[in-house]
């Protein structure tokens, strides 16, 4: 175990590092994750409660991070069974950050792209990293010989709230560079505008100016969704919202009476947005799936 500042990384060898994943509307059906936990600690992430399955607390999910040393190696393995059909897509990661900034030091993921090159197995590469440029040269690889879709979250363009809600991520300025650097690079390129933060982050104006630049930078497809309190995403989120914007905390619990905000009003939002990406010509949604996924 090594700590690095306020982090401590744990050094781990796995059996195993596909993993299924049945969610019938998503472009993939199976994921890997070079590593568990992410450093950025997003306010609104709501993947911390993995860390449970290692016996860990949610609350260690940012600092605490596992780092999956032999993963290329046990990943070379699996896409070589004779079952396994290279077209199936993989999401490169589903429950954390492959370039968060551990990969800078480790370069799991780095040997990653490596064996899905190798096999030239269709891919799809979600981060909200600047790091990715890095491996711009194995991924116009990957490119050219077979299906790849890289997917950048950028919910915002305000950098002071990309601050208070992703306090460790990358800034979204060097998001957008990266988004045109991989349009540049001849990359299928789509962009999550997820979470969008009621009476915060999703006012027309807003929109318009976040997808608009998305547009102008080369993305392929934009998708947006309201935040959602899955989890335990409520128990940090709420405190957040009465610290940050006390006078919109009424608003929220009257629209987080569940975990999903109310149906109406992420109905116009979800109305507005699409209009939009229809009119800034982001929505070729085509470019995400490859030859087939199951």
């Not at 050219?144 to 992703?166: A, C, S």
């Amino acid at each position: 175990m090594k700590k690095t500042d306020d982090v401590i990384y744990e050094h781990n060898q796995v059996e195993n590092i596909l993993h299924r994943v049945n969610v019938w509307f998503l472009p993939f059906r199976w994921g890997i994750n070079t590593y568990r936990g992410c450093e950025h600690n997003c306010i609104y992430c709501n993947a911390r409660y993995t860390h449970e399955y290692l016996g860990l607390p949610t609350g260690e999910f940012s600092y605490k991070i596992i780092v999956k040393d032999n993963a290329s190696e046990i990943l070379d393995k699996e896409l070589s069974k004779e079952k396994w059909n290279n077209k199936w897509t993989v999401n490169l990661s589903t429950v954390t950050d492959p370039y968060q900034p551990a990969e800078r030091q480790f370069k799991i993921t780095r040997d990653v792209l490596k064996v899905f090159l190798k096999h030239h197995n269709a891919l799809l590469v979600t981060t909200k990293s600047d790091l990715i440029i890095r491996d711009l040269d194995i991924l116009s690889e990957i490119a050219q010989t077979g299906f790849l879709n890289v997917v950048l979250t950028i919910p915002m363009l305000d950098e002071e709230l990309r601050k208070k809600m992703e306090p460790k991520a990358p800034s979204i300025q060097k998001r957008v560079e990266v988004l045109n650097k991989i349009h540049s690079a001849g990359i299928t390129v789509g962009v999550t505008a997820i979470p969008l933060f009621p009476h915060i982050s999703d006012g027309e104006t807003d929109l318009e100016k976040l997808i608009k630049t998305l547009a102008e930078n080369g993305a392929d497809y934009v998708i947006i969704d309201t935040l959602n309190f899955r989890e335990e995403a409520r128990n940090r989120i709420m405190p957040f919202i009465k610290e940050q914007y006390p006078t919109l905390v009424s608003n929220y619990e009257e629209l987080y009476k569940t975990n999903y905000c109310d149906k109406e009003y992420a109905k116009q939002v979800r109305k507005y947005a699409n209009k939009l990406v229809k009119k800034y010509n982001v929505d070729k949604y085509d470019k995400m799936f490859s030859y087939h996924k199951s």
